[in-house]
C-alpha cells in the first residue's frame, strides 16, 4: 500500500501562483510514475503532469509553459509548481503513483482544492 498527501491548494487570483506537495509513504519500492490529475465541477478527470523516477515529464497541453512538475525521490515527493493561474486551471487536484509510465493510476491522493477567482 502507497499512502499519498497532498497539501498547497487554495484560493488565487488571476496569474498567480500556488505549490502543490504530494508526499508518499508506505511501500514506495513499487512507485515508478508520480503526478497529478485535475477534476473540475461536471468534467471528466484529466492528467495535468507526471514524472518518471528518472525525471521524464509529460504535461497536458493546457498547462504547458505555466505549470512544472518535480520530484525529489529522497523524500518521495513530488511537486507542481503553477504559474500564471487561469480560473479555468480551478479544479480538485489529485495526485497519484502508478508503476508504469503509460499504466493506470495504482494509488490515489484525497485531492486538494484549487481555485483562481479574482
Known amino acids: 500500500q502507497v499512502q499519498l498527501v497532498e497539501s498547497g491548494g487554495g484560493l488565487v487570483q488571476p496569474g498567480g501562483s500556488l505549490r502543490l506537495s504530494c508526499a508518499a509513504s508506505g511501500s514506495i519500492f513499487s512507485i515508478n510514475v508520480m503526478g497529478w490529475y485535475r477534476q473540475a465541477p461536471g468534467k471528466q478527470r484529466e492528467l495535468v503532469a507526471r514524472?518518471?523516477?528518472?525525471?521524464?515529464?509529460n504535461y497536458a497541453d493546457a498547462v504547458k509553459g505555466r505549470f512544472t512538475i518535480s520530484r525529489e525521490n529522497a523524500k518521495n515527493t513530488v511537486y507542481l509548481q503553477m504559474n500564471s493561474l487561469k480560473p479555468e486551471d480551478t479544479a480538485v487536484y489529485y495526485c497519484y503513483s502508478a508503476s508504469r509510465w503509460l499504466g493506470s493510476a495504482d494509488y490515489w491522493g484525497q485531492g486538494t482544492q484549487v481555485t483562481v477567482s479574482s
Open positions: 514524472i518518471s523516477r528518472s525525471g521524464t515529464t
